[in-house]
């Protein structure tokens, strides 16, 4: 039984860790393009969603995939053999518990990581709010201290709603799921959560 649990805590850690450089991977692509110097914002936009989807997809599609296998069986030597030295040469029942229970997971988190981001840029548009009326409550924006028009909708306007991103993050979601959705069928009602 505590076996069960190690692993099942293994597991958890590692499917965080795998969303976290999501979140790393997206920040740093929306940085780089904002250094790129695209012709329009519609460029911009497609690098974005490009990037941040290959990287996702490679981190919580293939790495799962391509990280425990072992190449024993099919190639005697070589260097190959070197590269996959994983622990799995085919899929069986402890590939399903152990890489699959993984990838299901990891979809699970991605149905309540949209909440707790809202909530962390939540948090942090409050923060910034409490700040500028120096209140616990900034419930009346009219007693803002910014000086000038542009200070003011930086800190009161809502979030920006980034289409490319979430257009990235469904594609995701979608692809991980046919992929490994005829083996792991119960991952078609968690993408549809």
């Not at 904002?34 to 490679?58: L, Q």
């Not at 981001?117 to 939540?122: D, K």
Request: net charge neutral.
């Amino acid at each position: 039984m505590t076996g069960f649990v190690i692993f099942n805590v293994i597991s958890q850690s590692v499917s965080i860790f795998i969303i976290m450089l999501n979140f790393i991977a997206r920040l740093f692509f929306m940085c780089l393009a904002e250094y790129v110097g695209f012709r329009n914002d519609s460029e911009k936009a497609s690098f974005i969603t490009t990037t941040v989807f290959v990287s996702a997809f490679f981190q919580t599609g293939w790495l799962c995939l391509v990280a425990p296998w072992s190449t024993s069986r099919e190639f005697d030597e070589g260097g190959v053999n070197k590269l996959f030295t994983g622990i799995y040469t085919d899929f069986n029942p402890d590939w399903f518990a152990d890489v699959g229970y993984t990838i299901q997971y990891n979809m699970i988190f991605n149905i309540f990581w949209p909440i707790m981001e809202f909530f962390m840029y939540y948090g942090l548009r409050h923060l910034t709010r409490m700040w500028d009326q120096r209140k616990w409550w900034p419930n009346a924006p009219e007693k803002t201290r910014s000086q000038t028009l542009s200070n003011f909708e930086k800190i009161y306007l809502g979030p920006l709603f980034l289409v490319h991103y979430k257009y990235s993050f469904l594609m995701n979601i979608i692809f991980c799921t046919f992929m490994y959705g005829p083996l792991l069928p119960i991952l078609f009602p968690i993408a549809l959560c």
